[in-house]
């Protein structure tokens, strides 16, 4: 069993928990991430890690709630316990060399590309972050990104807030203004990533991508989390489980991952459905 | 006295019953039958069954003793040699191993020396008040990577010899391919889990939520943690895929995510969070064990139609044989000397959101002749020509294979393994790497239940010369 240690809301569907992992925090890196079951008839879950103080042994996790596991993990208090919790798992972020880098998050994928931001600025890299929201109510993370970008430019799609667009734009308007990086690191929803990487080919920019399909196990044993990359001409099979989560967003078949993202989407609002009724029992 | 020709039948459940359900279907033999069993084995002086057991359990004197009805003493007897005969028992290839040089075999049906230790075992599990107790500790720590049947017996073994074990597994429970991969009903995860509390009533302890080569690492548990030896039991669990056309489409499965899915995370009860498709038409590729428990186990989640698709023919099916029957009888369709060359699916371009883009409609095979036997002996599989066709289905299952894992391998400096990432090891066991040793399926590939314990066991052995001499 895993204690939470502190709990904090994000925002009204968003919320970051500290989880007691003493070996997990001493070993991961920015770009891994954990899988955890809350109770013991639960369903495993990725999730990143968003930071993490080995001295305390402690995991930072940041999540939206969106399904039947992340609504239960929702209801977690701090000073309670969640059943399983292993990693870090997949492989770290390629960070070295970099020295101008744009990170582009949309939604909860901010938290996804926070550490990344973070261990880039530690790093001495200057870091641009266009983080984009569908609306003022729920951005996220403002000021953790502030602290660590040499420029940060927040979007939300209705003009609530910040620049009024998608984060693409932004993106389009600084690179025809000349503007250049090293590399565009995106994260977040996959129609997202998908054009973020038709804007870096564009100017020639290198552009990782970090995949987040359906797992199971995380080690590489179901196959599950498989994704197709185009390279050389030749279709190659990988496990964003070991192989990733990052990839060359340029190699990667988006629509196959698209389709694959929402295999279950109908077992998961029966499921999300499930849960909520169940808390509102609890609470009558 | 004369000789009884054939086994004494198993009592199974309905097959039109239990094709809907998760229960046992083998239910065991009863006393008397157990006992009536015993008597056909002729105690045979030369006795060629024990030789054909990987780990020879002494067969003849257990089944002496069951004619005996002293069942207590068979266990103790099949528990020198085996940790795991509840498990073998019923999932054993018997008729490959013991059974298939059982000399009753040569002219009639073999003593059911399967059943009869399945028999035994369950016997011992039910009625066994003792609680084993924990031997004095000789302070030695050895961890173990893996608890299928290799990392459990390597670990039972030791324990009894007063080590102090410890397990380490990446899943949230214990037990390797018997509670993740084998369906409930053939293995019920019972039988598994009383294995493990048995262990760890020895002293051993079990870590699940560890993966060695990402949490701790094989370096880690010797110089940091205080471990003398390390036994690697992780299996082979990386699926192989056909690398055709549409294997990325929605509804086509490895059989390890489809097995994991239904077994370890309950995706047939209700309760379960984690969905899997169910109902429909049901494509199955492979021949072996694990292509028969997806096929049932698709049977058994509402699929209306089950295909096993295999490039060979009936003779060559790797399967137990009594799966093959039971999957017979059960209603799954063999489209034997058939391979897939394409999976079809469902493309909608009027409509881009349409949400059944994507999704699996069909499988499109050929048909196949034996040829030439190979370098084997096994007549290899060659296409016919032109002779396509298309089976309708909205699930496939790929069960063609698996290797092992390159995680450890990567993480672990001068670590050897061969060409298709088998760990290298000796005749104890030990790899290229000074007090690390490996066994089971890690080493040799798929394999079978019985090898990877016997494995294990030789591994025990191993760290125990090795440490007793240190
Ligand atoms: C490597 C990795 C890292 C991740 N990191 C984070 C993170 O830091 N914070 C966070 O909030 N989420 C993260 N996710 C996504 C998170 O795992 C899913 O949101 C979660 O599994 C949903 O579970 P659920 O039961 O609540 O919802 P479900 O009921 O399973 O799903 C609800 C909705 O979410 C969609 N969905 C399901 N699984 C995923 C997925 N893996 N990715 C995207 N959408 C999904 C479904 O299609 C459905 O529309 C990560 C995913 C991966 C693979
Ligand atoms: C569906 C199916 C049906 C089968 N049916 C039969 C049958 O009827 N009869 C038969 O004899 N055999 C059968 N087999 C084969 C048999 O189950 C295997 O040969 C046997 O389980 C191998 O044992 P093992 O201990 O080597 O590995 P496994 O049972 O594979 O166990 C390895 C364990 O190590 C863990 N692990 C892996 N990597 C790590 C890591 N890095 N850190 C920590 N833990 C790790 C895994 O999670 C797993 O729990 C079947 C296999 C399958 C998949
Ligand atoms: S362990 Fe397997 S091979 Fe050995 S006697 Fe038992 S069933 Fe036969
Ligand atoms: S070979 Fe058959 S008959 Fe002979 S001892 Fe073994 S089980 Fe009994
Ligand atoms: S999650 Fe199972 S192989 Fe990646």
Known sequence: MYKIVSRRELNNSVTQLEVLAPLVAKKAKPGQFIILRVDEVGERIPLTVAGTNPDKGTVKIIFQVVGGTTEKLNHVMEGEYIQDFVGPLGTPSELDGLNKVCIVGGGVGCAIALPTAEALHELGANVTSIIGFRNKDIVILEDEFKACSDKLIVTTDDGSYGYHGNVTAPLKEMLAAGETFDKIITIGPIIMMKFVVETAKEYNIPCTVSMNPIMIDGTGMCGGCRLTLNQNGKRVTKFACVDGPDFDGYEVDFDEAMARSVMYSDFEKHAYEKTCNLFKKEVQ | ???????????????????????????????????????????????????ACPVNIQIPEFIMKVKDRDF?????????????????????????QCEGKCTLGIRFEPVAIGRLERFVADYHLKNAKEDPVKPESNGKKVAVV?????????????????????????????????VYGIPEFRLPIDIVTKEVEVLKKLGVKVETNVVIGKTLTIDELLDDMGFEAVFIGSGAGLPNFMNIPGEGLKGVYSANEYLTRANLMKAYSEDADTPI????????????????????????????KVYIVYRRSMEELPARAEEVEHAIEEGIDFRLLNNPVEILGYNNPEDRRDPKNGCVVGIKCIKMQLGEPDENGRRRPVPIEGSEFILDVDTVVMAIGTSPNPLIKDTTEGLEVNRWGGIIVNEENLTSREGVYAGGDVVTGAATVISAMGAGKVAAQGIDDYLSNK
């Open chain 2, 1 to 51: 006295m004369a000789i009884i020709p054939n086994k004494n039948p198993m009592p199974v459940l309905d097959a039109k019953l239990r094709s809907t359900n998760f229960e046992e279907v083998a239910l065991g033999y009863s006393e008397s039958t157990a006992v009536a069993e015993a008597e056909r084995c002729i105690n045979c002086r030369n006795k060629p069954c024990v030789a």
């Open chain 2, 72 to 96: 207590e003493g068979a266990y103790q007897i099949i528990s020198e040699s085996s940790s795991l005969p509840a498990v073998c028992g019923r999932v054993c290839p018997q008729e490959t």
């Open chain 2, 146 to 178: 893996g608890s299928g049947p290799a990392g459990l017996t390597c670990a039972g073994d030791l324990a009894k010899k007063g080590y102090d074990v410890t397990v380490y597994e990446a899943l949230h429970m214990a037990g390797g391919v018997l």
């Open chain 2, 277 to 304: 498709s169910k109902g429909g038409k049901v494509a199955v590729v492979g021949g072996g064990n694990v292509a028969m428990d997806a096929a049932r186990t698709a049977l058994r989640l509402g699929a209306d």
